[in-house]
């Protein structure tokens, strides 16, 4: 969370780049484990609640001239969540109402939209990326 933060200070603080004088946007990674209990992964959804948090924070403080928000995507097929899915994926994917799996790209095309003048009106959201997880009453 440290490290989100600094980074955002860092950009916006950097004159030549005139990020804020831009408009700029900013799209953390958070995870729906930082919003419901996720058993075997507590201290990462700790930190991933911390990104949610400082993201609605940041985006109230930064505005007018930044907007900030983060996707909270569920289990996506990546190397880091293997471990979540892998010998079972069937199974996990069971509990999602899209029954599947999140992939690379979905969270790639959140993030583009929440980055792209498409979203200029949205700041200090956090956007839900689990194939309806969440509206099913599961966890990740």
Not at 13 to 29: C, K, P, Q, T, Y
Not at 117 to 130: F, G, K, M, R, V
């Amino acid at each position: 969370m440290l490290a989100t933060l600094a980074w955002t200070q860092d950009l916006y603080r950097h004159e030549s780049l005139g990020f804020a004088e831009r408009g700029g946007a900013v799209v953390n990674i958070s995870s729906v484990s930082g919003q419901t209990p996720s058993p075997g992964i507590g201290f990462y959804g700790i930190s991933k609640a911390a990104i949610a948090h400082l993201t609605r924070t940041l985006g109230v403080e930064m505005g007018p001239k930044v907007r900030v928000n983060a996707v909270a995507p569920a289990v996506v097929k990546t190397q880091f969540a293997k471990a979540l899915y892998e010998g079972k994926e069937d199974e996990v994917a069971a509990k999602y109402p899209l029954q599947r799996l999140g992939m690379p790209d979905d969270v790639a095309a959140a993030v583009a939209f929440l980055a792209s003048p498409d979203a200029s009106w949205i700041t200090a959201q956090i956007l839900n990326l689990d194939g309806g997880l969440d509206a099913a009453g599961g966890t990740a």
